[in-house]
């Protein structure tokens, strides 16, 4: 197994030098630092340390522009605490680190995570296009992917809810209140659970016995899109109800639908997905697919420590839960 000696030999300095680099010693430079943390990378020195070092560290990193954290409403809030609930009391220092895609190009992810002496961590609001999800692809230091999922890479383990099921219950719910024209609003399909969620609904249509047309869906990066132009085309397709993606798209679809003249949920019945705090306050309550955030946090844990102790964790789904409240009712007969 790779040594500080080794990495030493290959560059041709001393053995000092690079205990001092991998310690973060101020007398070294940041260029020379950085390359002997990436030539550790490279002759697989993190797997070494995975098990050598004493130093108990995980890190939550997350994608500052796609997801909230720090307040309790925000998304993530309840994701955050759930990790730390079982890494904090079982002796592992939490640090939650912001990143970009700036940051991101800046040190590959292994480099990061030697630099920082970081044991794994837990990825939060990364999408397709985020570079580390490249790097994440071969990697040897663990990482927990929230909401996606990387194959072939033993060192990774994706954790979320079963979406399949929760688009199961979301039409069906649906189906049992008489809709048989259901559309689906989204955000744009450039995140792997926006994919997931997408399909998840026309194969929940299809088990149900109902149009799966792909015209009845409207997705787009831009929530205005999704409200002046998806929203209306499917209200002129005929549609009775409409699954979202997102509660924020459900929140935004209720206001736009009464604006333009509509009571609901007598002339259309809106699902949500995810329950938001807000979700309960919207007008009408907001019936949802709800995601048990604190638990999804733990199972977070739960996998990182598995792929730490070389249990190679592929895939962890909890259960969906559907959360009936007023946007949705039984299909007038007008």
Known sequence: MTTIQDIADKLGISKGTVSKALNDAPDISETLQKQILETAVELGYTRLRRYKNS?????????????????????????????????????????????????????????????NDYAGSFILGFSLNDPWMKDFETSRTPAVLYDNQIRGNPSTAYIGID???????????????????????????????MQVRYNAFFQALRRHGLNDDPALAGCSFFMYECMEQHLPRLLDM???AIVCGQDTIANAALVQ?????????????????????????????????RQDRINIGKCGYYAAISLLNGVSIGTILLHAQLIVRGSTEILSSK
Request: aromatic share 8%.
């Open 163 to 193: 979406n399949d099921e929760g688009m199961d219950l979301a039409v069906g719910h649906l189906k049992d209140l008489g809709h048989e024209k259901i559309g689906y609003l989204s955000s744009a399909l450039e995140s792997h659970i």
């Open 55 to 115: 130093a108990r560290k995980l890190c939550i990193l997350v994608e500052e522009n796609n997801i909230q954290y720090k307040e309790p409403h925000h998304f993530a809030y309840d994701i955050v605490m759930g990790f730390r609930q079982m890494a904090e009391p079982a002796g592992f220092e939490v640090e939650i680190v912001p990143v970009s895609e700036e940051s991101q190009r800046s040190s590959s992810y292994e480099v990061f995570m030697l630099q």
């Open 257 to 289: 639908c009464q604006q333009l003249g509509y009571k609901l949920p007598r002339d259309l019945s809106i699902v949500g997905f995810d329950d938001l705090p807000i979700s309960p306050y919207t007008s009408p309550p907001l019936t949802t697919i």
């Open 238 to 240: 005929g549609v009775t």
